[in-house]
């Protein structure tokens, strides 16, 4: 009986420690999911502000502008006229990014448009001049249509990539508000169509900085 007795307790005793065990083991286990959650929050906190401070400096430097430019564009003995818009944004003080859609409307059987993205590296003279290399890379397209007054018109397009080194100028009338001229030089190369080369860009434009 006294040994009935002391194995009924030892088995109770036995219970309970594995009962505590397994109790201390949910607390570890919940404890370590909210040191988890709270090393999470932490870190999405972190970045929270990392990007608030990037988005803050950018915003202190100026950092976006919308323009439009008046071109001249010649290679050989092709001269061409044409109008372009642009969007430029600085990523620091000298450095600046600026995207650029330019058109060449129909001229002697032609069209042109071109697609370039330009890095700038910008050098203040003063308070309102500046002046700065660039460099970009794009596409471009060209449109050949011959009409005819008998047969059927003829039209034939194509694209090649473009290559492009120069340097600018531009000159603050206000706060917002400045006026630009740039000389660039692309190099052009289509695929499947005998007008790859080179030609000559003159830009005079205006842009308006937000």
């Known amino acids: 009986m006294k040994n009935l007795i002391f194995t009924n307790s030892e088995a109770i005793a036995d219970q309970r420690e594995k009962m505590e065990a397994e109790t201390i083991a949910k607390n570890g286990a919940s404890s370590k999911s909210c040191m988890s959650r709270g090393n999470f929050y932490k870190i999405v906190a972190m970045i929270a502000i990392a990007l608030c401070v990037v988005f803050e400096t950018s915003a202190q430097k100026g950092d976006m502008a919308v323009g439009g430019n008046l071109l001249l564009g010649s290679g050989g003995s092709y001269t061409h006229f044409g109008v372009g818009g642009k ?11 600026a995207a650029e859609f330019d058109f060449f409307p129909r001229k002697d059987y032609f069209s042109w448009w071109d697609f370039s993205v330009f890095g700038h590296y910008v050098f203040s003279i003063g308070e309102k001049i500046a002046v700065y290399p660039l460099v970009g890379a794009g596409i471009m397209g060209v449109q050949m249509k011959i009409d005819y007054r008998i047969l059927d018109d003829f039209t034939f397009s194509t694209s090649g990539f473009v290559f492009t080194p120069g340097a600018g100028g531009e000159y603050k009338l206000s706060s917002n508000l400045s006026v630009n001229a740039e000389l660039r030089y692309k190099f052009i190369t289509f695929s499947n169509f005998d007008l790859s080369g080179n030609r000559t860009y003159l830009a005079a434009g205006v842009t308006y900085k937000f």
Do not use: A, C, K
């Open 87 to 97: 969007f430029l944004y600085n990523i620091t003080d000298p450095v600046r990014l």
